[in-house]
């Protein structure tokens, strides 16, 4: 086997050391092509440890994101006095309409109307 990175063995491929843990591993030929064909280097850490940075990235992704929780608001419509639900929390003094209502609104051209 060559352990030559930037030599490529077409029958069985070519064996790395991952740079994590220090393994060897191998690409084959197709493994290799696929990163070359897409303009990728090829990898620098063996399969196992390639996932476990990639749960990793994963955790850290999560906890920095922002959770989004879904908001609804019970309100009474403006037009007909009925109730609905909405998606979100309206904003102080805004006219909020139900889904009813809002179509009517909206193709009459009513302005400052929030759709619910």
Sequence with gaps: MNTNNDHINDELGSDYTCMMCGAVFNLKEG??????QR?????KRCVSCRAERKAQN???????????????????????????????????????????CWE????????GAVYV
């Design 58 to 100: 994963m955790k850290e992704q999560s906890r920095s994101a922002p959770q989004k929780r879904a908001t609804t608001t019970q309100v009474r419509c403006q037009h007909c006095k009925r109730l609905t639900i909405i998606p979100f929390i309206p904003q102080e003094g805004s006219e909020v309409y139900c889904r009813i």
């Design 104 to 111: 009517g609104v909206k193709n009459v051209g009513v302005t």
């Design 39 to 43: 303009g990728l280097s090829l990898p």
């Design 31 to 36: 493994e290799e092509g696929f990163y070359i």
